[in-house]
């Protein structure tokens, strides 16, 4: 059941995904089981050759000199607005023999160059599959005067090296300073295929691992790298590693911190197939670790109303033991939550229903929530449904009861002008108006986000990953991707679509490439932690 969104031939025993997806769940579950019983016998023979390293200590130098970030998640919503974003590019997968790039897009409305690349930093190698990002330092060194928001992290997930680009020389051209070869991570420590970097208030870098060199997912974890981009080893404990890895997030006030579940990169690299779920290789758990030990202290199974966790973030206030998991295939958004006896719990916060449609590849087609963001604040959580073609906004100042106060199109499988019909109840049939901008038709859906620091405006790419890109949208491959801003009501709730921007990434000058994740200079609110 391999799926791909140009299939015409394609022929499904079932009524909906839905109905498909939970015949699968518990056999999933048991498949999960076995593998966390191989997973601990493995790791049990690989502790005395692979390194295992613990956090240092934080420092705090002087309670007047501060480091880099701010104070609280309050106080950075009164940082300087946002003049520039950096933008992971990518031409791995694409058929275009390139090296990915970072680049610079000016942001400042007086600017000439306003919405336009204004540099581009390529890579040293070819077919890194840049992806997400992350910092040296953040807000959790805040009280750190002797270290800087300096190097923008870059783990490449395809191939397995992690950059170090240097911001602080000329923010309008970072420039290369190291780059930590696959080869030193995986002979130190086993991991390959790495993802989400945070920095930690010690000074080192924690990088999830979502496999092993051979892309088995018994091989994930998390890869410590100190300040000068060596690296330490792995963070959790021998025997402790979660079944899958993706994204994670640290509460330090709570000790804890709490991984996600994508899937094997042996199945993942190659596309999407629905069989591959059937077959255990994804995900649906949540790994609660103590922090900052790394003991793996509970596994929570979210089971068909959570397949495919991926992204994870706790409410920005560090007091605070309640936070949110995107839910990609089943299109849900779950809140996780400490109980009073200190376990962990959780509960669907937010679905979005599998809508039926025509002339595609299931009979229903679910929003696939691929990425969501909480406000500094706390007040209003973003998501997108990259396959729907939306963006929503719920209010969430009572976590335990979202209401959603905005929603917007900017793309999608069923616009109007694509062969994909929606259904209603009684059988008619309608399509989903999406406007262009500045003459160019929204391809694509929405995938990665990132909001301004005063929560009232939110950027917007169009790629997921390129081999899945080809699969659900392959125009585009083709033609490349958008950026976008959403002009945000961050009062009472609201989403419009900015008419003066657009960022064309079609147009390149090695021709057309993928863009995924976005970082501001001084930091945001997905890369930030508070202790």
Not at 39 to 67: D, L, Y
Not at 174 to 193: M, R, S, W
Not at 487 to 502: A, C, H, K
Request: charged share 20%; net charge negative; aromatic share 10%.
């Amino acid at each position: 059941m391999y799926l791909s969104a140009t299939s015409s031939s394609f022929t499904i025993y079932i009524h909906t995904q839905y109905l498909f997806i939970n015949s699968i769940s518990s056999t999933t579950h048991k498949q999960h089981k076995q593998t966390n019983n191989k997973e601990i016998k493995n790791m049990a023979t690989e502790v005395v050759v692979h390194q295992h390293a613990s956090i240092g200590n934080s420092v705090n130098h002087s309670c007047c000199k501060t480091g880099p970030g701010y104070a609280t998640p309050l106080e950075a919503m009164s940082g300087p607005k946002e003049s520039l974003i950096y933008v992971t590019c990518v031409y791995t997968g694409t058929g275009k023999e390139k090296p990915d790039f970072l680049g610079t897009v000016d942001v400042d409305p007086a600017s000439k160059t306003y919405s336009q690349v204004i540099h581009r930093m390529p890579m040293p190698n070819i077919g890194d599959e840049l992806h997400h990002s992350g910092w040296n330092a953040c807000s959790s060194c805040f009280g750190d005067s002797s270290t800087s928001r300096r190097f923008l992290v870059l783990p490449a997930l395809v191939s397995g090296r992690i950059y170090a680009v240097d911001t602080l020389k000329d923010p309008r051209a970072p420039t290369l300073h190291k780059a930590v070869e696959p080869a030193d991570i995986t002979g130190k420590t086993g991991l390959a295929f790495p993802h989400t970097a945070h920095c930690l208030a010690s000074g080192d870098i924690m990088v999830s691992c979502l496999g092993d060199k051979d892309g088995k997912a018994e091989g994930n974890g998390f890869l410590l790298l100190d300040q000068n981009f060596n690296v330490k080893g792995r963070w959790e404990k021998p025997g402790h590693s979660p079944l899958f890895g993706y994204d994670y997030w640290y509460q330090p006030r709570h000790k804890t911190m709490i991984s996600t579940s994508w899937g094997a990169p042996a199945a993942f690299t190659k596309g999407f197939n629905l069989q591959d779920v059937s077959d255990g290789l994804y995900g649906r758990h949540l790994h609660v670790y103590s922090w900052p030990e790394g003991e793996l202290k509970q596994t929570i199974d979210l089971g068909p109303d959570g397949l495919l966790p991926l992204e994870i973030r706790f409410l920005h206030d560090p007091t605070k033991d309640t936070g949110f998991v995107g839910c990609a295939l089943s299109s849900n958004m779950v809140r996780f939550f400490k109980t009073s006896d200190g376990s962990w719990s959780h509960e669907v916060a937010m679905s979005v229903k599998p809508v039926k449609v025509q002339n595609w590849i299931l009979l229903e087609m679910p929003g696939l929530i691929t990425d969501f963001l909480i406000s500094l604040d706390d007040r209003f959580l973003y998501f997108v449904n990259w396959l729907h073609g939306d963006i929503r906004q719920y209010n969430i100042v009572d976590p335990t009861s979202p209401v959603l106060v905005g929603q917007v199109w900017v793309g999608g499988l069923f616009q109007k002008g694509s062969p994909v019909v929606a259904e209603n109840e009684d059988g008619t049939t309608y399509q989903v108006d999406v406007p262009q901008v500045k003459g160019h038709r929204l391809l694509g859906g929405p995938q990665m986000i990132q909001l301004s620091l005063d929560g009232k405006r939110l950027y917007v790419t169009n790629s997921l990953f390129s081999k899945w890109d080809k699969q659900f949208y392959p125009e585009v491959v083709e033609k490349g991707s958008h950026m976008l801003q959403i002009d945000v009501n961050n009062e009472t709730g609201g989403l419009s679509i900015n008419p003066e921007f657009y960022v064309d990434f079609g147009a390149e000058p090695d021709g057309p490439c993928l863009a995924h994740e976005m970082r501001y200079p001084g930091g945001d609110c997905t890369s930030d932690i508070w202790i």
